[in-house]
């Protein structure tokens, strides 16, 4: 591991989180769980080929939970000295002593945890200076403006690099840890004049720099997509069906995730309730996590608490076969954690009925008359009851082709129906963070518009 990013190097994160487990004990801690994180990163972003900002972070932080019997207390520190680790570590004994018990509090168990923390090799530094960052997002914006003069105006393009490390251990015999990193190019042109202005954006984000799409591709993408907007029409309220874009898509996928994590489960605070073994979707859809995924970027060998992570089946012909649970809202629930403690990894939402061509074009075509949604505004889901009404913009499809683009008006469903009535999902496959979907073609919503 290159020790120019890190101050400090993973044995030493390691010996300090035994140092912290150390005094819990000593303070009268029945049980106790440390993260040490660290990291580096640049981010700049220019506009109209100036320099707008550059920033250079180093930061590092360390959390400590600790348990006394059932109680709870936890506290937080950036300063690595052992006075002010022992101060911290007193400061989560106290919150401990004057908080309830809560009968599901406490480690994971032993036997969830992973021993043996398999390399994903997630870490992929780029030594990159300032210099040839601004560079990076200078070709991109200027890309954007060379694809057509409509092109009149830019929200910047950016460069983001950050690496970190991080080390996590607890009194039950688990640590573990390890370096990871994560890139960025991406760019906002705009398109038009005055009032008729339309904007768009489009980016590329690895963990491994060389993977990242060419500064000039991903400003000509996002110029094109920003010209297609122009001239955009209202639409007359109707019923029809709805083409989300696969960026879009990613989306659906994360609302699946809230909707089934253990929290909104046990709080009832969800339209999936009581849903386990019960199709959820056609039986064409599949949803799977993979954790081990060598290089991506929602994999991990072990969760928030140290729990094992494994490959398995989330949804299988449209049966839900799994939550998504953390060791507290498991033991909430009667269940054990699905080491989801922190979020989901690598999550795939495919179809038996795709095919390898059901590209994009295929999936207009599929659809025939309806919209083709590319951005959604708003907050506009209800997870308790499901309803979904969200502010769209996108495109007017008639017998599978693009008729003129649309703006200014308002999706509505409900996310049960909405989950039911998938009837294709693309092979335009596109990776969103932890999450990789084609489009997905729902039947039928409600497009509310004039």
């Known amino acids: 591991m290159s020790d120019s990013f890190f101050t400090h190097s993973q044995d030493q994160l390691k010996q300090l989180a035994r140092d912290v487990l150390q005094y819990a004990r000593e303070k009268g801690g029945t049980d106790a769980a440390v993260e040490i994180s660290e990291g580096s990163g640049l981010s700049v972003s220019v506009r109209k080929s100036k320099i707008e900002t550059i920033e250079q972070n180093k930061d590092k932080g360390l959390g400590v939970t600790v348990f006394i019997g059932q109680k709870r207390g ?24 004057f908080t309830a018990d809560d009968d599901c509090a406490g480690l994971a168990d032993d036997d969830m945890l992973e021993k043996n923390p398999q390399d994903l090799q997630l870490f992929y ?55 990871y990193s994560r890139h960025t190019i991406s760019v906002a042109p705009i398109a038009g004049k005055g009032a008729k202005m339309q904007r768009d954006d489009w980016y590329s984000s690895v963990r491994d720099a060389k993977k990242l799409a060419q500064p000039e591709a991903i400003g000509r ?51 999936l309730l009581d849903t386990l073994g019960k199709a959820i979707f056609p039986s064409h859809i599949q949803v799977s996590e993979d954790p081990h995924v060598i290089g991506a970027i ?24 799994g939550y998504f649970l953390s060791t507290y809202s498991a033991r909430k629930l009667g269940m054990k ?34 919209l083709l949604v590319t951005e959604l505004m708003g907050q506009g889901t209800n997870y308790v009851t499901g309803d979904y009404s969200r502010g ?58 004039n």
């Not at 939402?349 to 095919?355: D, G, Y």
């Open 74 to 97: 936890n506290a937080s520190t950036s300063d690595f000295s052992p006075a002010s680790l022992r101060a911290t570590v007193e400061a989560a004994c106290n919150i401990a002593r």
């Open 337 to 370: 954690t699905t080491g989801n403690a922190g979020g989901s990894h690598n999550l795939s939402l495919t179809s038996s009925r795709t095919k390898k061509n059901d590209d994009f074009v295929a999936m207009l075509k599929k659809m025939g008359t309806g």
């Open 392 to 449: 769209a913009s996108g495109y007017w499809v008639e017998n599978g082709v693009i008729q003129y683009p649309v703006e200014e008006i308002t999706i509505a469903g409900n996310m049960k129906d909405m989950f039911q009535d998938i009837v294709a999902v693309g092979a335009d496959v596109l990776v969103r963070g932890t999450k990789q979907t084609g489009s997905i073609l729902i039947e039928k919503m409600v497009v509310a518009g």
């Open 298 to 321: 929602g994999s991990a060998p072990f969760d928030e608490e140290g729990v094992r992570t494994t490959a398995r089946d989330v949804v299988k012909d449209g049966v839900l076969q």
């Open 221 to 271: 993408y996002a110029a094109e997509r920003a010209l297609a907007r122009l001239n955009a029409r209202k639409l007359d309220t109707r019923t029809c069906p709805v083409l989300f874009e696969a960026p879009l898509a990613a989306g659906l996928v994360g609302a699946l995730v809230q909707a089934t994590s253990g929290g909104a489960l046990y709080r009832k605070s969800t339209f």
């Open 125 to 179: 530094p780029w030594d990159i200076s300032t210099e040839e960052a601004v560079v990076l997002a200078q070709r991109a914006e200027s890309a954007a403006f060379a694809v057509d003069p409509r092109v009149t105006n830019s929200e910047g393009a950016g460069v983001h690099v950050q690496q970190s490390h991080f080390v996590a251990a607890n009194s039950r015999g688990f640590i573990g840890g390890y370096p």
